[in-house]
């Protein structure tokens, strides 16, 4: 279960997988990335991906420069992954670079 309430500001994008929005926590006012997947993606996909974020949520996200997980939870049948808000998506970081990719490490 959430341990918070959002609220939905605006969508940000449509993927294969599903939609993510711009979103506000009702409690604190941070503002958040949702993810929800789309109906029919199987359960044992979005339960893996959690279990991956879960297992990365240990990690100091700063200094292994992961976007920070912050919980997930299901929501009328469909799973819910909720992330701190970014300035920019992947596809407008790289652009913003001429596709040149950044160095690891």
Known sequence: HATNSYY???LLGEGGFGVVARCMNVDTEEVVALKMFREYIDKEDAEG????????KQLDADTHNVV???EHFEYKGRFCLIFEMLDLDLFDFLESRNW???ACG
Do not use: H
């Open 100 to 102: 040149r990719p950044k």
């Open 8 to 10: 939905v500001e605006k």
């Open 49 to 56: 991906e959690i279990e991956c974020l879960c297992k990365l």
């Open 68 to 70: 920070k997980f912050i």
